[in-house]
């Protein structure tokens, strides 16, 4: 079992920084590729980012690409996502999840095995 605990969501100004954490515990996360949700109101949830279990490979959503940034850190089993230029369009409940099958990396959700609970991220224009 996995559970993972996200923080660093906040309301912050269109233009600004925030970033988000994602701490796991559990043996797998070492061994599993890390993803970032997000789910603003009325929509359904969608793909943010990717990291790879272990060469930090990495793939972004065209939306944020160039502004987001996906790290992990897996002595600390933590991963990160730094998120700078935010835009109205961000708000969201963002969301960690872990995809424990090691095949090609993601980005459909239905492929993540285990999910945090989400952080409320709030840009206002």
């Known amino acids: 079992q996995v559970q993972l605990v996200e923080s660093g969501g906040g309301l912050v100004q269109a233009g600004g920084s925030l970033r988000l954490s994602c701490e796991a515990s559990?043996?797998?996360?070492?061994?599993?590729?890390m993803g970032w949700f997000r789910q603003a109101p009325g929509k359904e949830r969608e793909f943010v980012a990717v990291?790879?279990?272990?060469?930090?490979?990495?793939y972004y959503a065209d939306s944020v690409k160039g502004r987001f940034t996906i790290s992990r850190d897996n002595a600390k089993n933590t991963v990160y996502l730094q998120m700078n230029s935010l835009k109205s369009e961000d708000t969201a409940i963002y969301y960690c999840?872990?995809?424990?099958?090691?095949?090609?990396?993601?980005?459909?959700?239905?492929?993540?095995?285990?999910w945090g609970q989400g952080t409320e991220v709030t840009v206002s224009s």
């Open positions: 990291i790879s279990r272990r060469d930090d490979r990495t």
């Open positions: 999840a872990v995809d424990v099958s090691n095949q090609a990396l993601n980005i459909r959700p239905i492929k993540y095995n285990y």
């Open positions: 559990g043996r797998t996360f070492g061994r599993s590729h």
